[in-house]
């Protein structure tokens, strides 16, 4: 079993609809970021978080410590939030390191 | 703020070429520099990780006469792939992190990649 677990693998919205894509984990975690990788594979860093909630425009991050889990949310979805979504965790044994999710591709049609 | 430069963006060469690719942090100084391989569709895998004026540390089964990192600068690491042959076609992305605080994670900011093609 993978210590961070991403789910949905695959998803596709309408333009418009609310997204959410969940991350969880089994170890314990200094922080966890929410990277965003496009279709050239470039990786915009979208989050860091390691208690609560935080939003930057229509996304929307939270995390919760005690169940282990984090989600990202996008509000209003549009075809160019079309990418590649992965969580990815900084255990709290080792602060260089990432252990990533396997990713959730989104598709948003118009 | 937080950019990192990747270059190239994509190489194609023959067999026995040795490739370098390119890291810098533009508007931060990275202590720490890692470099990543990606295989279609499946996760980043961590090759080694520098911090600046150090030797890279590898991770296992990373061959390092084969993959050559160089962290002269706190702005600059190069990853050197030495006589390259198809199986090392990938994609290879760097990240980059300021300091070196225990107590407060800094995060690492990715480059754009490098795709690499051995013919």
């Known amino acids: 079993k993978n210590e961070v677990e991403q789910s949905p693998q695959n998803l596709t919205a309408q333009e418009g609809e609310f997204i959410t894509i969940n991350c969880s984990y089994s170890?314990?975690?200094?922080?966890l970021h929410w990277l965003q990788q496009h279709p050239g594979g470039g990786i915009v860093s979208l989050f860091m978080?390691?208690?609560g909630k935080k939003k930057h425009g229509r996304l929307i991050a939270t995390i919760n410590i005690q169940e282990k889990h984090s989600s990202l949310h996008i509000t209003a979805s549009h075809p160019r939030d079309s990418a590649v979504y992965i969580c990815?965790?900084?255990?709290?044994?080792?602060?260089?390191?990432?252990?990533f999710g396997t990713g959730t591709r989104l598709q948003v049609f118009p | 703020g937080a950019v990192v430069s990747q270059h190239p963006s994509r190489v194609i060469c023959k067999s026995g070429t040795s490739v370098k690719i390119e890291c810098r942090s533009l508007?931060?100084?990275?202590?720490?520099m890692f470099w990543y391989r990606q295989f279609p569709k499946q996760s980043l895998m961590l090759m080694a990780t520098?911090?600046?004026?150090?030797?890279?540390?590898?991770e296992q089964g990373v061959e390092k006469d084969k993959f050559l990192i160089n962290h002269a600068s706190l702005t600059l690491s190069t990853l050197t792939v030495t006589s390259a042959h198809p199986e090392d076609s990938s994609f290879y992305i760097c990240?980059?992190?300021?300091?070196?605080?225990?107590?407060?994670?800094?995060?690492?900011?990715f480059g754009d990649g490098t795709r690499l093609s051995i013919l």
């Open positions: 170890v314990g975690i200094s922080a």
């Open positions: 990240s980059a992190r300021a300091g070196r605080a225990i107590e407060t994670y800094q995060p690492q900011h």
């Open positions: 990815a965790a900084i255990p709290s044994y080792n602060t260089d390191k990432l252990i």
């Open positions: 508007d931060f100084q990275a202590t720490t």
């Open positions: 520098s911090n600046e004026g150090s030797k890279a540390t590898y």
């Open positions: 978080l390691s208690s």
